[in-house]
Each structure stands twice: as structure tokens, then as C-alpha cells.
């Protein structure tokens, strides 16, 4: 049954000595094969699964165009220079310049649906990699290495044939046409553009919080590295004979402020860390010392979702012993404490100080540099204190030939108010002598405005489907105050959608389809902006979103949330790894894919790496 030697048989401590050992170790062994392979099978099973989604995926993989020559390399414009900078020469093609800035979700998702050859296509940024965002909790603990959540930018560019440029944007000159790049040390320079894609993310909002110096923030691959190093750093302190207890005991403490996809996922990582590997390392007393807490808000965590969903993640952690602190806010972070001040039932509050050893900060965004200025060069249309704003196609307001985009965190979409339309509408819905919408015209007329708003189709659609609510009288008509009523509804529900991945990858999609479009018009050059405007707007609808479901890993378990009540709640490994497999379908690459399945199988096998470097 047994080899001479070590039989490896899985990673919960399933190791069998070998023959000299097998008459005393035989039940045990048993017990334990079994237990892995029940493991292993349900591994195997949402393996299959997943090979069967990658195959759709894996149709247009960026590997196919590593074989292909790269773009030239960029040149300046010999002896030309604006506003005491060169610029970078343009002269050399006779198609429009697209320039994108950033290599997150939204730009990434551009660059994989841009049809080939329709523009000169620049990416800057000053990462040369895109990052699966979702999956940074997990490499802060070792659950997937750091390269696994990684994707070269330059392999991404290839497939649209485009050049990238490692450097940040810093101004903007849209009467000229040209963004100004810089990379530190290394100087400036002009970038000419013909259209504009903005997608350089967003950074984290303080909330008027001092001592966020003191704070790990979770944004880039530096950030999982570093948080990595600071919880393995914290348990080699620990663990050292001079440390004393009340020390051990604020070492072993891990905030995290925000509660979130982003704290909680994290939070549910670092549980699943201690439970399933440092306790084979780590004696029992520092373990029991180890405190996690959430501070949130809001009196909920997960707020965005269902609150079906939000019950659930609380009563999970309550299980996990992560404390959840609601109704409350961090004030002040030091290097050893954090103070908060909470929010009483009776109005007052209640000031509590924390000493602390980690503080993740994840508590929503606001502009960076860039975009503010962006902002501050368009004040008549830009007024919005945490994004930039752009109209239902994505075209930042303000610029008047409709030339520049922006997409993904750093933006957010202005929706049409419905009940500035109400006359309209209205008098659309019914027949001229009529002063009541029917049922059937009230059909009728949301296939209408669904055509014609489609950001608001979803809502249009509900509208059809509680008719008998907003049928105040119950007279199987549809007045005008009660028409009114469901405008309101629908303005209530557009609202800004969330900083989520999905929402920055289905902008992504539409503008990638978009910008195609307009590159195979055959418009008219010469004309002014307004008519072009037109034209573009006669080819490409609106911007439409699709919530396709929030998730969110609780730590052995996971939730969705698909919206209108919709949910997913399980507790178990299936949970696990299906949310495991939509991620694994997302991603942009076959190596990601391939890396991620070999990660997961080792800290199945092996658990997680715990060294610190």
C-alpha cells in the first residue's frame, strides 16, 4: 500500500512515514486519503467546469499575436516643441491616434475589443501590467502568487498593434490636442492625440481621517506585497522570547477599515490563512491572541448588495471570530493605535481607541491629480468632487468635439433625469384623446423608451411588471400623478453605478465597439463638431449597463448578489470554488489561467508559502 519512504498524500498534516510505519498508521491514512479526495474531487469537478468556460474564452487569447513583429518605437518631432516641451512625431500615419491612458479593467477591455488596424493606438501608464484586481486579497496571504494576478501590458497592446510608453499623464491641452506625459527623472513630452481615453483609475478618499501613512491600501501588486511582508513580519515578532504579551497581543491585531468586497474578501483571506496553515506553525497561544476586526460605516457590511447577503457575511464572520464594528468611523491612525468614534442608537457617540499592528484602508475613492486637473480645465461642466463626468456614450462633458472618453473608476456616467421628460413621455404613452395610459399602451411605450433610454431599460421593464403597484386607484389606467410616480422610481434607481471591475470592463466593451465604429465611418472631416457629434450619435447608442452579479468570498464560503432580490449564500467548498471558476473564466490570458490553476493545486497540497521576503 505504501512505498518506502514519505507517501505524499495532501496538506492537512496527511503524511504517512512508509512501510516500517503502515500497521499503526493504516486507519489513519485512510480516514485522511478519503478526506482528500473528497477534496480533491470537488477540486477536480469545478476543473472540469472551468476548462469547459475557458474554451469560449480562450478563442481570442493574446498569446495568438506574441509571434507577430511590435510597433515601431515612437520618435520625437524633430526641432518642434509647445509650451516648452517636444512632442512626440505623428507624421508618419494617415490614420486617427488613440491614445490610452492607464492599463486597468476599462482600458484593457478597449485595447481586447478595438478592431485591429483602425487607429495608431498608445497606451501610458506607469505600471507596464495590468492587474486582476479581484484577486489581490489572495495574494496577500499566498493563496496565488504575485505573477499569477499579473499581465504584461505590451502583450495586451500587440493584439491592436499599438506602441506603450511607461510614463503618467500630467496635463491635458484639448484645444491642441495633446496630453503631457512624464516619467520621473526621464524628463516630459507632448503626446498628440485624435481621440482621448482616459482610464487612469482612482485613489483611495480619506474621509478626514489623519495618519493614513500608517495604512496599507490595496491597490497595486507594491500594496499585496507589502501587506504580505507586514502580517508574516508581525507573527515572526511575536513569536521572538523578548516581545512581551501586550505587545504580541497589538501585533496580532489587523484592521480593516471599510467594509466593503475589498475588507471583507481581505479579512476572509487572512482568517483562512491562520486557520488552515499558520496553526500547523504557530503554537496555540498566538493564535489565540489574533484579532481581526472590520470597521464599517454604515450598519452593514457588503451595504451594496442585498441586505440578505450583508446578514449573511456578518453571521460568517461572527463564526470566524472576526469582529464587525458598524456605525462608526475612523478618526485618527498611529503607528500603534487607531481611533474611532461610534455612532449610538440615541444620536451620540461613543470614542474608542484601538491599539493596533495593521491597518488596511478601503473606504471608496476620489480623483487623482490628473483627473482633478482634467476637471479643473472644464469647470462649467465638471463639478463632481469624485469622478470625472461623462454622458451616456462615455464622452467627457465639456469637450466640444466629443474627442476625449473616460471610463472606470476615475469616471462616472451622468444619466438623463426622467421627470424632466414627463410631458413628453406622457403624451407619447396615449392616444391624442386620451388623458390615461392603458396597460397595453403602457407595453407599448416601454419598448419605446427602452430604445430610446437604455441605460434605463431595466427599470422601464420593472415599471411594466409592477403596473398594478403604481395603479394607485386600481382602475387598470395609468394616470399622470401616477405616471409621475413611476418617473420618480426610475430616477431614484439611475444612480452612479459602484467602482466595481465589471462596471470599468463593460465600459471597456462598449468603447473598444464603439471607437471601431466611428474609425469605419465614412464622416466628412471637414465638417464642424456639432455635425460630427450628430453622426457619431446616429452609429452608437448609448452606453447601457448589465449587473451581471456582485461577488464577494467570505472565507470557505461565498455570495452573489445578480440584483432585484436575486442571490447566491454558500457555505461550503462548491461555494468556493465556483467563485473561484468565474474568476479563473475572466481572465485576459491563457498563462494567467494555467498560473492560477497551479497555485490553487499547491496550497491545496503544499498550503501557503509563509516566507517573508
Not at 476599462?106 to 483602425?118: H, I, N, P, Q, S
Request: aromatic share 10%.
Amino acid at each position: 500500500m505504501f512505498r518506502t519512504g514519505r507517501a505524499l498524500l495532501g496538506r492537512r498534516g496527511v503524511l504517512s512515514a512508509g512501510v516500517r510505519h503502515a500497521s499503526t498508521t493504516t486507519g489513519r491514512a485512510g480516514g485522511s486519503y478519503r478526506r482528500f479526495g473528497r477534496t480533491l474531487g470537488v477540486w477536480a469537478a469545478g476543473s472540469a467546469a472551468l476548462a469547459g468556460a475557458g474554451y469560449y474564452a480562450a478563442r481570442d487569447e493574446i498569446e495568438a499575436f506574441d509571434s507577430e513583429e511590435p510597433a515601431p518605437e515612437l520618435r520625437l518631432a524633430p526641432g518642434r516643441q509647445f509650451r516648452g516641451y517636444p512632442v512626440v512625431d505623428t507624421t508618419a500615419s494617415t490614420r486617427e491616434r488613440l491614445v490610452v491612458l492607464g492599463s486597468g479593467w476599462g482600458a484593457v477591455a478597449v485595447l481586447k475589443t478595438l478592431d485591429r488596424d483602425r487607429y495608431d493606438v498608445v497606451v501610458v501608464s506607469p505600471d507596464n501590467y495590468f492587474i486582476f484586481t479581484p484577486l489581490l486579497p489572495s495574494a496577500t496571504v499566498g493563496t496565488v502568487e504575485f505573477r499569477s494576478v499579473l499581465e504584461g501590458i505590451r502583450r495586451i497592446t500587440k493584439r491592436v498593434r499599438g506602441a506603450y510608453i511607461e510614463a503618467s499623464a500630467v496635463d491635458v491641452d484639448f484645444d491642441s490636442k495633446c496630453v503631457l506625459i512624464e516619467k520621473p527623472g526621464e524628463g516630459r513630452v507632448w503626446l498628440p492625440y485624435d481621440r482621448l481615453v482616459v482610464g487612469v483609475g482612482a485613489q483611495s478618499i480619506t474621509h478626514g481621517a489623519t495618519g493614513l501613512e500608517h495604512c496599507h491600501k490595496l491597490k497595486t501588486i507594491l500594496d499585496a506585497r507589502s501587506m504580505r511582508q507586514h502580517i508574516m513580519a508581525n507573527f515572526e515578532k511575536v513569536m521572538l522570547p523578548t516581545t512581551p504579551d501586550d505587545e504580541k497581543r497589538r501585533l496580532l491585531t489587523f484592521v480593516v477599515c471599510g467594509g466593503g468586497p475589498t475588507g471583507c474578501e481581505f479579512a476572509a483571506e487572512l482568517h483562512d490563512l491562520l486557520t488552515e496553515d499558520l496553526k500547523h506553525y504557530f503554537p496555540q497561544s498566538v493564535r489565540e491572541m489574533v484579532r481581526v476586526v472590520i470597521i464599517q460605516s454604515r450598519d452593514h457590511i457588503l451595504n451594496m448588495m442585498d441586505s440578505v447577503i450583508s446578514e449573511f457575511a456578518e453571521r460568517q464572520f461572527a463564526r470566524s471570530n472576526i469582529t464587525v464594528v458598524t456605525n462608526s468611523r475612523v478618526q485618527a491612525i498611529t503607528e500603534t493605535s487607531l481611533r474611532y468614534s461610534t455612532r449610538n442608537a440615541d444620536g451620540s457617540t461613543t470614542e474608542h481607541e484601538l491599539p493596533q499592528g495593521f491597518v488596511l484602508w478601503s473606504t471608496g475613492v476620489s480623483l487623482t491629480p490628473f483627473t482633478q486637473l482634467l476637471c479643473q480645465k472644464l469647470p462649467e461642466t465638471q463639478r463632481n468632487r469624485h469622478a470625472i463626468t461623462v454622458d451616456t456614450r462615455l464622452r467627457v462633458k465639456g469637450v466640444a468635439d466629443g474627442s476625449v472618453y473616460a471610463l472606470g473608476d476615475c469616471a462616472t456616467v451622468e444619466y438623463p433625469n426622467m421627470l424632466e421628460h414627463i410631458n413628453e413621455l406622457f403624451e407619447s404613452a396615449h392616444h391624442a384623446d386620451a388623458t390615461e395610459i392603458t396597460r397595453s399602451e403602457f407595453s407599448a411605450f416601454v419598448k419605446s423608451a427602452t430604445a430610446k433610454f437604455p441605460c434605463a431599460a431595466g427599470h422601464f421593464q420593472s415599471l411594466e411588471r409592477n403596473f398594478d403597484y403604481f395603479d394607485a386607484n386600481h382602475n387598470g389606467r395609468i394616470d399622470r400623478s401616477e405616471f409621475r410616480g413611476m418617473l420618480e422610481f426610475v430616477d431614484a434607481k439611475l444612480t452612479a453605478l459602484p467602482a466595481l471591475a465589471q462596471v470599468a470592463n463593460q465600459e471597456g466593451v462598449y468603447l473598444g465597439r464603439a471607437l471601431s465604429t466611428l474609425a469605419a465611418l465614412d464622416a466628412d472631416r471637414s465638417s464642424d463638431a456639432e455635425q460630427r457629434r450628430r453622426a457619431e450619435e446616429l452609429a452608437v447608442p448609448p452606453f447601457a449597463y448589465h449587473h451581471r452579479g456582485t461577488l464577494a468570498y467570505l472565507g470557505r464560503a461565498a455570495a452573489a448578489d445578480f440584483g432585484e432580490g436575486q442571490a447566491y449564500k454558500g457555505s461550503n467548498l462548491a461555494a468556493k470554488y465556483l467563485w473561484r471558476s468565474v474568476y479563473w473564466s475572466q481572465q485576459v490570458s491563457l498563462r494567467t489561467r494555467f498560473l492560477l490553476m497551479m497555485d490553487w493545486i499547491k496550497e491545496l497540497l503544499f498550503g501557503r508559502d509563509l516566507s517573508k521576503f
